[in-house]
């Protein structure tokens, strides 16, 4: 039985953010190929075998981290009209591992420093506090990042941190673009 995550993506441009000079920077640090208000923002949801998402809105268990916050763990209803959607199939055994991974990590603390300097060479990584006696310390994609890899599902040499934008642009070719919907309830009917 497979089961599915979905990466869950907000742009920079998008209502429910606030107009921020820390919204602001994320969106200028990001490489976008054209116009586009580049995605700043990542969190990772574990889809129930039996969705209850509507046709406004997706809803599961998601796990993430917003500026100065900690790592949450909690139900959320994503809105299809402000969030893109990847998702991808996994083991039982992958999802299980995933979510077991952010349980662990739930409460710890922002990366302040990693999410200012994620392109410097020598940017902390999450884990790089613990040697200083500290719980590890995440920024959005990069709690994304070590769940997906404790599943296997990012190879190893792909680095701990990175632009949001960068990493919707990593997944997009081992990812299927997702509405959201529960594709069980739909009724096709071709004319």
């Known amino acids: 039985m497979t089961h599915k995550i979905m990466l869950c993506f907000v742009r920079s441009d998008s209502d429910i953010l606030e107009s921020s000079w820390l919204n602001r920077i994320a969106a200028s640090l990001a490489k976008t190929e054209d116009d586009s208000a580049?995605?700043?923002h990542a969190e990772l949801l574990f889809c129930p075998q039996n969705s209850n998402s509507t046709k406004d809105s997706v809803s599961g268990l998601a796990c993430s981290i917003v500026y100065s916050g900690a790592v949450h763990l909690e139900k959320k209803r994503f809105s299809r009209k402000e969030w893109f959607f990847r998702s991808m199939e996994c083991s039982k055994s992958q999802y299980d591992s995933?979510?077991?991974?952010?349980?662990?990590h739930q409460g710890d603390s922002f990366n302040h420093l990693g999410y200012f300097m994620y392109w410097a060479p020598f940017s902390p990584s999450p884990m790089a506090y613990t040697y200083l006696g500290m719980t590890p310390r995440w920024y959005c994609s990069e709690i994304v990042i070590g769940?997906?890899?404790?599943?296997d599902m990012l190879a190893d040499d792909v680095p701990n941190s990175m632009h949001p934008h960068d990493l919707y642009k990593l997944v997009q070719g081992s990812s299927m673009a997702d509405c959201g919907r529960n594709m069980n309830t739909v009724k096709l009917s071709f004319v």
């Open 38 to 40: 580049p995605f700043i």
């Open 147 to 151: 769940a997906m890899k404790e599943g």
């Open 98 to 104: 995933m979510l077991t991974f952010c349980k662990d």
